[in-house]
């Protein structure tokens, strides 16, 4: 089991940043690859980015790309999200997620979830 917990969300001006982090306990850290999902009112629960188990590959969905950043820290067993020059359209909950297996953009790859985190884009 593992128990994933968000933090770093709120309210930011389009054009700002901000950081999300997740911080992971449980199982060991560096055997799952990581993920970040986001769900807007009324929307499906889309891929935002991932990581590899050891940080060394990454994938992004098109609407983020260029602009966010994922990482990790499998000594600190956090995951962080850099969101740059955020747009209103990022306006949703993001939640972050763990896999077993390889990194991937498909929502049931990933075996658990954190609560998730609210961020609100404004103009």
């Known amino acids: 089991q593992v128990q994933l917990v968000e933090s770093g969300g709120g309210l930011v001006q389009a054009g700002g940043s901000l950081t999300l982090s997740c911080a992971a306990s449980?199982?060991?850290?560096?055997?799952?690859?990581m993920g970040w999902f986001r769900q807007a009112p009324g929307k499906d629960r889309d891929f935002v980015a991932a990581i590899s188990w050891s940080g060394g590959s990454t994938i992004y969905a098109d609407p983020v790309k260029g602009r966010f950043t994922i990482s990790r820290d499998n000594a600190k067993n956090t995951v962080c999200l850099q969101m740059n020059n955020m747009k209103p359209e990022d306006t949703a909950i993001y939640y972050c997620?763990?896999?077993?297996?390889?990194?991937?953009?498909?929502?049931?790859?990933?075996?658990?979830w954190g609560q998730g985190t609210q961020v609100t884009v404004f103009s």
């Open positions: 997620a763990a896999a077993r297996g390889s990194y991937s953009y498909l929502r049931y790859d990933y075996d658990y």
């Open positions: 449980g199982r060991t850290f560096s055997n799952y690859a």
